[in-house]
């Protein structure tokens, strides 16, 4: 599929203004996480549950290398053909040659995140193999020919007593980054998701600007913390800051990753402009803010002097007791904010006068 | 007496002085005493959260060095205490050194309520005013802090103060630090969002403790709604002990 990431802000802000996916937001998350409280409400101890979920996810994880092994060799045990596939193009080649060896001119398929992150349907079509989407959501937007907006909703139809058993069973196994992403233990923690999208319906963000936004197969705080772990930071600089931090999907995932803090340890690999995840590099401009901030706040009788010149500079532009813009300040703040104007004197500077008053 | 010792947000200091001034005035309601080291700065934070690490580690290990030594130290910031409590870990895991002096100093930081709260084991402070007011949960404070049941008690037993239920009140207000600036389409639908909330709550007041969130709610209510107001907790409390804290500009 189609890799928009590097558009972020773009299609965020085409989606706020989009009257469609504003309406099916409102609904959408707070219908969702209704019904999740009331699953979790079937649990006889939900907090227990939830911790003993992260554990077997965070052993899964852990031992993956040697799961994997033994699946292999147990799926091979039971008939069934297994492809290492490196990248997307080994897998959809293997898949694509398989159906052209069958002969075969049309396939069925279950909703699945991996296959979209492959592009499977796209390079089934470009080897003349025309693919159905036996899930209702997803045969819907395989016509209106979109990526899908949320990755968990909708169920295919299922009936069991109709299931004759393949002929043959071919298990593709896709590495495509995760190996990569395996050796870095911070980064390794974004593999234990295990797709559910639960994130999704508690992040603020998501829950203004839908899943386009987000770019590749995966949407919301699970794509931010997975699609640079697979694709690198060189696409993804506003993904992985497009996040205030609110927490929210660290405390309902229920496999136990950390969002926040994999967000921040992208936000540092990409300002350090870190090799092996492809950082860019911070400009010179953000640079130079931080490293003022951090020579003037180790010395307070610089930072006062630091605390003297933002006054001065902010309070040029005051009117009144509020500020409504600046010509050169932060102009996305000032979109639809005002500020304080800055006080005459900072604690600092009134501490004598409050100490004698108080203690 | 109990001293305390106060970690003042840069904002705070430069920019909203007056929850500073409320924060001693509560202390000293309770029977401590604020002490203030005016060799304190910036915690970091948003360096960290910006990805500059680097520059965040030099003024950590300016905080540490500054605030060690104190038995108890109190901030009214969510934010920020969450920095120093438990973002200061991930900053030093390369760096035993420092890690054990942040790991020494987290349990000794506290959020206001939380303080007064948990610690001083305090619920009513024995105030008084008249207003309806709602609480937004700011996201530092709620889901990094846990810290909801203790700035809610506080409100309640006020007297002459009804909590209102607000609907999204732990949906985040969209500040984020530089987020608000650099998604500012988002951060805004996100702010309206919350200011609607507010505003169909029927509250005079929209109550929370983080200055970053206040700045950021109340920047939206003067530009869209002249006269509605958001107000930290400790200036709220302050108001109702009858000291009135003046809003300095």
Redesign the interface.
Known sequence: MNITTERFKETARQELANAHTQKFLQILPLRLAARRDSAYQSFPDPEAAHRYGQTIRDEAIQRLPELLQIFETNAIANGARVFWAEDSRAANGYIAELAKREGVSYVTKGKSMVTEELGLNEALAQAGIETWETDLGEFITQLLQRPPFHISLDSGPKRSDEIDGPEELHIVILDNGRSAAYQDPKTREALRCIRCGACLNACPVYGKVGGYPYGWAYSGPMGQVLTPALQGLGNTGDLIRACTLCHRCKIICPAGIDHPSLLLYYRYKDVVGDRALGGNGAGWRERFVHTLLSVAGSDHRLWRLFAKVARLAANRFRSGDRIHSMPNGPQGWFSSRDLPALPAKTLRERWAQIDQKRN | MKRVSLF?PCL??????HI??ST??LL?HLDC??T?H?????C?L???????????R??A??FIRVFENDEWIVSPSGSCVNMVKN?YL?LFEDDPVWFARAQGLAPRVYELSQFIVDHLGVEDLGGTRHAKVAYHES??TL??LGVSAQPKALIRSVRGTELVELTGA???C????T??????????????QKAEYFLASGADLLVMCDPGCL??I???L???HPGRRAVHLADYLAGSIGEKTQV??
């Open positions: 003042i705070v200091d430069m920019v909203l002085p500073g001034e001693v005035t000293r005493e604020s203030y005016s060799e304190q700065t910036c970091g948003m360096s960290f959260n910006s990805g500059f690490r680097k520059e965040a030099r003024l290990r300016h973002r991930e996201c530092s889901n990094a732990d949906i985040c969209g500040f984020g630090g987020f608000a600036n650099s998604f500012a389409d988002v951060s805004t639908a996100l702010v309206r700045l950021n109340q920047g939206y003067d530009r869209h300095a500009t």
